[in-house]
């Protein structure tokens, strides 16, 4: 059963996204990614040579740093770089830059609701801006579940205080597997909120691997226009 939301989306409706790579002149790459009224500026730096601290010598690093909108990073600030972190290095190429660092900076603009997989989109699209090798693109989301079982994608933040359970997902774009390796059920990432049971938790995954394909449609138009736009303007 298809509910429409207060905004008047379906539950498997997207909000409105947009994103412009090469936004920034100083960093090797960036992007800005928003949906609906959440927005995201990502830059990179790198890579610079040398890695951080107890680092794998023989392989590149990445080093995540989250700029809230206002006021000093949290606790949830600090989890948000983790799983950042943990999500880049996995689609990262990182034996093509050993002993180097790539730093990617993430910059609150605005947060009404989905956040977190805003963020991990517009790291992504400013990897690609600035040249990094990558094993493949990915696409994040956020699916929560109601009290009444439904699920819903990509909530703002006035819907999401009612939907205390929930599931970020990074799938790997357009397919489900990595130069002819499957990925396990088509998933990089995924982090929950929230208590659900095991049918929730794989009912989200599939309908957020099912609005994904969605996602992987926009990035792959975003990259093909500013692709031939740079032809042109060369």
């Not at 050993?98 to 805003?118: R, W």
Request: glycine fraction near 8%.
């Amino acid at each position: 059963m298809e509910v429409d939301r207060e905004d008047g989306r379906s539950q498997n409706q997207l909000r409105p996204l947009a994103c412009s790579r090469n936004i920034l002149h100083r960093a090797h790459g960036s992007a800005s990614w928003s949906q609906g009224d959440t927005k995201v500026l990502a830059a990179v730096y790198g890579p610079k040579a040398g890695t951080k601290k107890n680092e794998n010598l023989r392989k590149a690093c990445i080093e995540v740093i989250w700029k809230p909108k206002t006021g000093q990073i949290g606790k949830l600030e600090k989890e948000y770089e983790m799983i950042l972190k943990r999500t880049l290095q996995s689609i990262c190429i990182l034996t093509v830059n050993p002993n180097t660092t790539t730093s990617v900076i993430i910059q609150v603009v605005n947060d009404d609701g989905a956040l977190l997989p805003s963020a991990i989109n517009a790291a992504c699209m400013a990897l690609v801006d600035a040249g990094i090798p990558m094993r493949h693109l990915a696409v994040s989301i956020c699916c929560c579940v109601a009290r009444d079982g439904l699920v819903y994608i990509g909530p703002n933040q006035a819907r999401r205080g009612s939907l205390p359970n929930s599931v970020h997902s990074v799938l790997p774009e357009g397919s489900l597997s990595v130069q002819g390796e499957p990925i396990e059920n088509g998933i990089i990432t995924s982090v929950t909120h929230g208590r659900m049971s095991v049918d929730d938790y794989f009912y989200c995954l599939e309908r957020g691997r099912a609005a994904s394909t969605k996602l992987s449609d926009f990035v792959r138009r975003n990259l093909q226009q500013q692709s031939t736009d740079s032809s042109k303007a060369g």
